[in-house]
């Protein structure tokens, strides 16, 4: 190939043994992540720890923080923040990435308790975008808070332990499937029991599990009204492949860029300038909400940082990687993408200009200047990265945490793990791909 050409180079082609060893090992630390984290809630108690263990502090605002100095924020236990203050004046700008922790699942709904067939079923409503097909006849853990009037709050994880029950939405048998419809929304119960009370005549089932759920918990029907519980795969992240080169998970889509984008921070010593990790909640669904990337929680934290420089300046003089996945090739999908504009497995992060969907609506169109220097940072320090975009024109498309980023004048382009089967419950990502993205995120703390 020529020096004129483009090509996307396979890290099994260009890494020593050495790294392809580190990024191995580097992925354990990542699994443990997938693992501990399956919810948004999970992945800031996980993250928070993670960063205390490395000499992080609670930050608090108007305190003055030098050089050096390693602070985090906990927005309402679903969203966090995490900064290693520069030697730089902020007014020099944030180096800053932003993963999104929350991935699509089943919530539990305010009245979920029914019974029917001699079952007993929690009603579900889907968050983010999933093919409901695709969330029966798979184990179900519950995890999540149950709030009480009371002030107090119950925290459940069941399904995640190997001696948990686990819970599970029924499908259509295939003798049966004539006149199949596809599956709605509405069919996403779940089966949570089937032994009924001997002394009632109504509702013999579902009583006995509110029984079940008082003892252990000591809630009643209400309080689901207010409680937080979510259905994710019960499957635990495994690698993938004789040569075990990839790793199947729930949730990667966005874990797979949180992690690394945390986990280079953890790393830095002094940085020139101030650098931030945002790990935050509602990517999927529009990153509205107090724990969104569209909250004033985020810009706040930033003007904190400022601590009497001209905020004006440090937002104008900031830049930030959006570290979300985009869509590796998939060879047995072939016709949705267009494959010279295609991320291929085992090639690096793939940097997105824009994503959107139609002609780049809703996108953060990313200016070249930016784009340019950065790609030259990651070329000195031996980065490998592709440019994709997600898919054919007109096939449908996506959107990231990008554009608020930009909205709040900020310079920001799309960077993340290219992976197959997004969305699914079970979704799958390249080791090299994972572990190149800590590189990059670490390359660009450092040097930008
Ligand atoms: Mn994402
Ligand atoms: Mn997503």
């Known amino acids: 190939m020529s020096e004129l050409m483009y090509s996307p180079k ?5 890494l020593s043994a050495e790294e392809i060893n580190e990024a191995q090992e580097y992925c354990e630390g990542y699994k443990k992540f997938l693992n501990n984290g399956k919810t948004e809630r999970e992945c800031v108690k996980y993250a928070i720890n993670l960063a205390k263990e490395n000499g992080f502090v609670e930050f608090i605002d108007g305190k003055k923080y030098n050089a050096g100095d390693k602070v985090y924020v906990n927005q309402k236990n679903k969203s966090a923040i995490f900064a290693v203050i520069g030697k730089e004046s902020p007014e020099k700008g944030f180096n800053i990435t932003a993963g999104h922790i929350d991935s ?39 995890i999540g ?11 459940v994880n069941i399904g995640e332990d190997e001696n948990d029950p686990v819970f599970y939405i029924t499908d259509l048998l ?6 199949a419809k596809p599956i709605h929304a509405e069919d996403l119960n779940i089966v949570i029991g089937s032994i009924p009370e001997n002394d009632e005549k109504e509702g013999k089932i579902k009583n006995a599990i509110m029984k079940l759920l008082n003892e252990k918990y000591g809630i009643n029907e209400c309080d689901f009204q207010t409680a937080e519980l979510e259905a994710v795969p019960a499957a635990k992240a495994q690698d993938v492949g004789f040569d075990r080169s990839l ?12 992690y690394p984008a945390l986990s280079s921070l953890l790393t830095l010593d002094i940085p020139e300038k101030t650098c931030v990790a945002v790990l935050v909640d509602k990517e999927e669904i529009g990153s509205a909400g107090i724990t969104g990337m569209r909250s004033a929680f985020i810009t706040d934290f930033l003007l904190a940082l400022c601590d009497g420089s001209n905020a004006r300046i440090a937002f104008k003089n900031s830049a930030a ?37 139609g002609g780049k609506a809703g996108a953060s169109d990313a200016c070249p200047e930016f784009i340019a220097k950065l790609a030259g940072i990651f ?7 592709q440019f994709c975009e997600l898919g054919r024109i007109d096939q449908g498309g996506g959107g990231t945490v990008a554009q608020y980023i930009a909205d709040r004048n900020i310079e920001v382009v799309d960077i993340g793990v290219a992976m197959l089967s997004m969305h699914a419950p079970y979704e799958l990502a390249s080791k090299t791909d994972i572990y190149m993205m800590h590189k990059l995120c670490k390359a660009f703390y450092e040097n930008y």
């Open 145 to 155: 808070v149950i709030c009480k009037k009371d002030g107090t709050t119950v925290e």
């Open 10 to 14: 396979n890290a099994y082609e260009v």
């Open 174 to 179: 295939p003798h049966l499937a004539k006149d």
């Open 321 to 357: 990687i959006s570290a979300d996945v985009s869509a590796a090739f998939d060879p047995t999908f072939a016709g949705v993408y267009e494959k010279r504009n295609s991320a291929f497995i085992n090639c690096g992060p793939s940097i997105c200009k824009y994503t959107g969907h």
């Open 247 to 258: 790793i199947a998970s729930y949730g990667h889509d966005d874990r797979i860029c949180s």
């Open 104 to 142: 699509p699942r089943l919530d539990i709904r305010p009245n979920p308790l029914y019974e029917d067939g001699n079952m007993a079923y929690f009603k579900t409503h889907y968050y983010g975008g999933i093919r409901k097909y695709q969330w029966t006849a798979i184990p179900l853990s519950l």
């Open 379 to 385: 070329d000195k320090n031996e980065i490998l990265y």
